[in-house]
């Protein structure tokens, strides 16, 4: 088990984004659930401080600190997929209901937070032998918002898209 684990801050929102989180991949599961003991700016009595959980094996806080502060892409969350279609019910999922796509791979989630969802065969075709193969990935990821594996594997290969 890590000694750290990353603090996420919400406004109110804690106990919800962590449930919404943890439903999304295996080996997920809320570990605890404090509440308030007094009234305080984070909340009411009763009303929830901090959710841990785990996601995927790494141990999370959830922390409802009061006012809300925006996250940044400074600090992203990223994701390694199997196939296209772990890719696809992940980016669905975390742009559903107000997140927002954006490009590489990347978006944010309803509640601001980034997240990179990531093929592993992105790693084949961006560090492959052929460097020209790996160049034209590149250029076909710059332009994908969700990261699209056979367009991938066409751009290395030099096929266009079918």
Same mark, same amino acid.
């Given at each position: 088990?890590?000694?750290?684990?990353?603090?996420?801050?919400?406004?109110?929102?804690?106990?919800?984004?962590?449930?919404?989180?943890?439903?999304?991949?295996?080996?997920?599961?809320?570990?605890?659930?404090?509440?308030?003991? *007094?009234?305080? !700016?984070?909340?009411?009595?009763?009303?929830?401080?901090? *959710?841990?959980?785990?996601?995927?094996?790494?141990?999370?806080?959830?922390?409802?600190?009061?006012?809300?502060?925006?996250?940044?892409?400074?600090?992203?969350?990223?994701?390694?997929?199997?196939?296209?279609?772990?890719?696809?019910?992940?980016?669905?999922?975390?742009?559903?209901?107000?997140?927002?796509?954006?490009?590489?791979?990347?978006?944010?989630?309803?509640?601001?937070?980034?997240?990179?969802?990531? !093929?592993?065969?992105?790693?084949?075709?961006?560090?492959?032998?052929?460097?020209?193969?790996?160049?034209?990935?590149?250029?076909?990821?710059?332009?994908?918002?969700?990261?699209?594996?056979?367009?991938?594997?066409?751009?290395?290969?030099?096929?266009?898209?079918?």
């Amino acid at each position: 088990m890590s000694k750290i684990s990353p603090c996420l801050w919400f406004d109110g929102e804690a106990e919800e984004a962590a449930n919404f989180y943890v439903s999304l991949l295996p080996g997920s599961k809320i570990e605890k659930v404090q509440k308030n003991t *007094v009234d305080s !700016p984070a909340g009411k009595v009763g009303s929830v401080l901090v *959710v841990e959980f785990t996601l995927a094996g790494q141990r999370f806080m959830a922390l409802n600190g009061g006012t809300r502060f925006e996250y940044t892409h400074a600090v992203s969350f990223k994701i390694d997929c199997a196939d296209q279609a772990e890719v696809d019910r992940l980016w669905d999922a975390l742009c559903g209901n107000g997140g927002k796509p954006e490009r590489c791979g990347w978006l944010k989630d309803r509640y601001g937070l980034s997240w990179q969802i990531v !093929p592993n065969a992105l790693v084949q075709y961006l560090g492959g032998a052929d460097r020209a193969g790996a160049q034209r990935a590149m250029q076909a990821m710059l332009q994908m918002g969700k990261l699209d594996i056979a367009g991938l594997k066409n751009a290395y290969e030099g096929r266009s898209a079918a």
